[in-house]
């Protein structure tokens, strides 16, 4: 049997939870490290007497970082090897990050927190091809999005050592702690295998050959009969370049992963960005609105694990599509509350659905494009993701300065709903369902 076959045949095993939890950590430091600059912010802007437009642009050039970051590691990625790139990433921002501690000034923090986001961005597309290269069709939704899970605990360590350390002790042990990555690269350089298949496409028969014998001994045993309709073969038959992403195969997936990324890191940062200011702008003190969006950030965990069980049993297409359009009726509900409660459980609402989706979109994303071109494809669409991040706090700001708080205020949240339906729309109209299909069945389908 091919490598994939055989892959395609096993059960999830003591391996695969095992990779699910080395990725995890890894991805739980990437949201630990994003969600640190909320909170490194306020102390920084006090110690060198910042203004508000240096701020964003402190908060705004990890973005872009991993934007540029996205499109480089994916590339690297699908010509060096998953395993590689993971973990030098992990080390490039680790290191970065405690460099960050050390800045001088402002150009210099500014300098380092975009080799920061470079290598933040650089491994998103790595970790989630290389768990959906190694999980069998049937679980390989649930995998991406439990690994996805992974960044809601990484945001509440973001918020302990924002709430612990950096009062106490300063913004610059904050990003002390957050250089931990590059020490966990060694875990990842002696417990993380290479994706069998992207050795088998570049050739490295020998070694797939070994580390799949190594997962089946793990799983019990030699695969089994592989269910109807997944039998999985490898990739020989097509040759795929980057331009192919935009090709009349791939057209239409390009443009529907686009759009999601784009839509829902929109929303996601507009609305993660400036829901504290929101609030306080609504007559709520600092730490009251601190403490509600805490609150309201927990609603992401079940959100993450009602997806994963959701993308096996009603497929990507039709869980996204629910997820995005409640995410944008939640937020339209939020802007309509009137009282505390009606505004936790709303901001609960768009936490849980908003969350969700990302869940799903993270597993939906390296299922359309082959092994060749899979993490380069993801990292295109992570890239334009990146974008939306950017535009959607400039956004806002502008409203808030053109406007006034109160009349901009249910005119923004109107706008992120409209961004949450558009978004759904396009990926019912654009969107293939890939639930229960091989990666090499998928890269065939037109």
Not at 254 to 275: D, P
Request: contains cysteine; glycine residues 12%; positive net charge.
């Amino acid at each position: 049997m091919s490598i994939a076959r055989r892959l395609e045949g096993l059960p999830l095993g003591g391996f695969h939870y095992r990779l699910l939890f080395i990725c995890g950590i890894g991805w739980l430091f990437d949201a630990m490290d994003v969600g640190l600059v909320a909170f490194v912010l306020p102390a920084v802007g006090k110690e060198w007497h910042l203004s508000a437009a240096q701020l964003g642009a402190l908060g705004s050039i990890g973005l872009l970082g991993m934007g540029l970051g996205a499109v480089l590691g994916g590339t690297l990625s699908d010509l060096l090897g998953r395993k590689r790139v993971f973990t030098y990433t992990l080390i490039f921002y680790g290191v970065a990050t405690f460099l960050a501690g050390l800045a001088v000034n402002y150009p210099w923090l500014m300098f380092w927190r975009f080799l920061v986001g470079l290598g933040l961005g650089a491994e998103v597309p790595v970790a989630f091809t290389l768990m959906s290269e190694f999980s069998p069709a049937r679980y390989r939704g649930r995998m991406a999005v439990l690994l996805e899970s992974f960044w809601a605990f990484g945001w509440i360590a973001a918020a302990l050592i924002g709430y612990l350390a950096v009062p106490r002790w300063g913004w610059r042990l904050a990003f002390f702690i957050g250089a931990l990555p590059a020490l966990y690269a060694a875990v990842l350089r002696r417990a993380l295998p290479e994706s069998p298949r992207y050795l088998e496409k570049t050739g490295k028969v020998e070694a797939a050959e070994a580390i799949v014998a190594m997962v089946e001994k793990s799983s019990g045993g030699p695969a089994g009969e592989t269910p109807p309709g997944q039998e999985g073969e490898g990739e020989t038959a097509a040759r795929v370049t980057v331009r192919d992403l935009w090709s009349r195969r791939y057209f239409r997936r390009t443009l529907c992963l686009w759009l999601l990324w784009f839509g829902i890191n929109f929303s996601y940062y507009g609305i993660v960005t400036w829901l504290p200011s929101l609030m306080v702008g609504r007559g709520f003190t600092i730490i009251k609105s601190f403490e509600y969006v805490l609150i309201m950030t927990l609603g992401q965990v079940p959100g993450y694990f009602s997806a994963a069980y959701l993308v096996e049993k009603i497929g990507r297409k039709a869980t996204l599509v629910t997820y995005l359009a409640l995410s944008g009726a939640a937020a339209y509900m939020f802007s309509l509350s009137t009282t505390t409660g009606q505004l936790i459980l709303w901001g609960l609402a768009v936490y849980f659905f908003n969350l969700g989706a990302w869940g799903v979109l993270y597993a939906y994303t390296p299922e359309l494009y082959p092994t060749a071109i899979r993490a380069t494809g993801s990292g295109w669409a992570s890239f334009c993701g990146r974008i939306g991040a950017i535009l959607a706090p400039l956004i806002v700001g502008q409203m808030l300065v053109l406007m006034g708080q109160a009349a901009a205020y249910p005119v923004i949240f109107l706008l992120f709903t409209a961004v949450f339906v558009v978004t759904a729309l396009g990926m019912l109209i654009l969107g293939i369902e890939t639930r229960g299909k091989t990666l090499e069945e998928l890269s065939f389908t037109p």
